[in-house]
Structure formats: structure tokens, C-alpha cells
């Protein structure tokens, strides 16, 4: 689950992670009022949207010589003119697609005098099972550039979660973005809040670019983006109180309801599949034989006729599907089940595009049978690699 920046900050500001005072808003007048609120005279105007790369982003309402989604504003009628033209307007970056996102929240920040610009990320590094710290001194808005072009200046650490953020942790932070003296102490103290945050609050990852150095001498994170493994939300009711759905896909919210794991993608055959490396087998071999795949679903081992009937519904309700693969090797899942909730949807919202089933598994005579028995216009297949050239030629005819 992703938040906001100012969320974000808020949630490490609790670990005593030195951010700037900043003020949330819904509207202009909130903008203004926030700003009222902050020394200046520089301020510091911030979409709020779940994607990076804001700065460099363009408003497509605002045309080619469009500023960013992050904008420097010397005077309160400043912040009311970055502020109108941002609320309500399309934020297109290097993260949205060309499609955006809508800004419907800012972040009004008091500047900051900066000196340097680090690039400090905390994630799970899964082939050691440690939580990873990703350091660069080249922070700001280019840090994809330098991973391409230089990547020997981003050094990577693992903390081992059995002992946690040790003393030599903070230094390998200060050496590696050249700090000494009181600045060497400051990144070791912000390195091991921001450590605890990300294990306590059951973080996925969190990346802080920048993390600056002011003229005053003083370290802060100047960004903050973070994203909470959904695994163990249950845990954190606090967190899920700040989830914003107006920035998540619909079909990905009706999806959550019923504990299904659904991304939407771009093409045009819709999947539901049980298990994700038969998911990502089938997605693959849809792209093999010429086509794109529109979702990502993984209806689980355990699914319940409502559960696939639910699926099945989302996928239907995807405009652009013009076809539909329905992959089960049945397990712990059984292929009756399948076949009844499969019924069960297309009862509820019909089946205007072709369909192709591929059962295998525990129960799935019985499963072809219910297919069969119903009189639905459903295309068998007999494994994998028939399935995805028959839905192929099916949507393409």
C-alpha cells in the first residue's frame, strides 16, 4: 500500500526524522492558509500524487512550457497560482504513463536552504533475507540516470534483522555520502530512525530523495516516499486509515474486497489463474504468441465460488478484454469450484467476448463436465501452450 508524501513524513516524524513543517491541502484557500502558516519567505508547493519523478513532471492541461508538480513559490499569491493550476489538473511523469494522475492534494512545505542532495532508500533484499540500504551522494531528480550511467556511485548494505542497525551501519552511511564530524553523526542517527520505522511500521520500502544538507549545517529528509507490505496491514490500523483510493485502479479496489491479487495491465486478454508463477507463465506465453495480457489475477489455492464469480466479474468489467483465459491447475483449489463460479458470473453479467478454459487437476472431470452441461459458448483446451494460441487466434478472428 502506498501513501502520500506528506503521510509519509508524518509517519517518520514520529521516529524523530527531522522533515520541514508542511501543511496538507484539499483546496486553494487550504493552500494559502497553510503557507499563512509557515515562516518563508520561500515556500514549496507539492502534488500529492502515488508516483515519483513530480519535478519533472507536466501538467497536460497546461501545455509543453507547463512547470512541474514541484514548485518553488516566493509569496502566498505565488502559492495560490501554482496551487489553482495544479488542483484537479493531469500530472503525466516518467511513473504515471502517459495517462497521469489527477492532483487532488498538495503539500505546502517551508523551504529549505540546501547545500547537497544525498539518495537514501531502505527495502527488503530478498535473496538474504536483510533489509538493504541503498546510498548515493547523487540525489535529486536524475537518480534513475545515475543507476544507468554510473551505477558505482550507489553503494548497497544489508542490516541483518537479528542484530538490527549497528554503529558501523550509520558510518558505512556517512563514509559513503562523505560526511564527517557532527554531519557523520547526524546520518547515523537519521539512518538508524529511519531503520526503525521500516521494520515497526512493517514497511515494504522507503526511499528519501533527497536527503539534504542545509547551509545551516543541519541533515533532512526532504521527500519521502513509502510503500507498506499489504501482508501485514492487519497489524496497522493506523496505516490503513491513510489509504487513498482515489489513487488506485477501481478494479483493484473491488479486488482487495474479496482478498484477490489483481493488477491491471494495458492489454487486451483478461486472466484468472490460480497460483502466481502459473500467472506469470501464462502472462508470458500470452506476450509469446503476439498479444498482451490485461491483468495480473490470482484467484489463490483456497478460492471460494464467490471468490472466482468476483474475478471473473472484474475482469468482464475491464472495457478493454476483448478475450478471456481462465488457467487452473487444480491443487488445493478444485476445478468444480472453478467451473461453478465461472457460471455463476457469466448468469450475472454474460459473456460478450470469447472464452477459453484450461482445467487441470483435482476434480476436473467434473469440472468439464459442468462447462460442458451448460451450454456456454466456451472453448476448451487441453494445456497451457493450447490455451494461449487458442485465445489468441480467438481475440484476433
Known sequence: MNIHEY?????????????????????????????????????????????????????????????????????????????????????????????????????????SDIEKEFYLSILVDRETSHVAFVVSTEGGMNIEEVAHDTPEKIRTFTVDPATGFMPHHGRAIAQTLGLSGDLAKQAAKVGAQLYKAFVD???????????????????????????FDGNALFRHPEIVALRDVTEEDEKEIEA????????????????????????????????????????????????TEEKVTAAFKIITADPKVKGILVNIFGGIMKCDIIANGV??????????????????????????????????????????????QKIVKAVRG
Open 7 to 111: 503521510q509519509g513524513k508524518a509517519v517518520l516524524k514520529e521516529f524523530g526524522v527531522p522533515v520541514s513543517a508542511g501543511y496538507p491541502a484539499l483546496t486553494v484557500d487550504e493552500a494559502v492558509a497553510g503557507a499563512k502558516q509557515l515562516p518563508g519567505p520561500l515556500y514549496v508547493v507539492k502534488s500529492q500524487i502515488h508516483a515519483g519523478g513530480r519535478g519533472k513532471g507536466k501538467f497536460k492541461e497546461l501545455g509543453a512550457d507547463a512547470k512541474g508538480g514541484v514548485r518553488l513559490a516566493f509569496s502566498l499569491d505565488e502559492v495560490k497560482a501554482h496551487a489553482s493550476e495544479m488542483l484537479g489538473n493531469t500530472l503525466v511523469t516518467l511513473q504515471t504513463g502517459p495517462a497521469g494522475k489527477q492532483v487532488n492534494r498538495l503539500y505546502i512545505e517551508d523551504g
Open 201 to 227: 511500521k512493517d514497511m515494504a520500502m522507503l526511499e528519501i530523495n533527497p536527503l539534504i544538507v542545509t547551509r545551516q549545517g543541519q541533515i533532512r529528509a526532504l521527500d519521502a516516499k513509502v510503500n
Open 256 to 303: 482487495s474486497k474479496f482478498d484477490l491479487a489483481y493488477i491491471a495491465l494495458d492489454g487486451t486478454i483478461g486472466c484468472m489463474v490460480n497460483g502466481a508463477g502459473l500467472a506469470m507463465a501464462t502472462l508470458d506465453i500470452i506476450k509469446l504468441y503476439g498479444e498482451e495480457p490485461a491483468n495480473f489475477l490470482d484467484v489463490g489455492g483456497g478460492a
Open 343 to 388: 457460471l455463476a458470473a457469466v448468469k450475472a453479467v454474460g459473456l460478450q467476448v470469447p472464452l477459453v478454459v484450461r482445467l487441470e487437476g483435482t476434480n476436473v472431470e467434473l469440472g468439464k463436465q459442468i462447462i460442458r452441461d451448460s451450454g456456454l459458448n466456451v472453448i476448451p483446451a487441453d494445456d497451457l501452450d493450447d490455451a494461449a
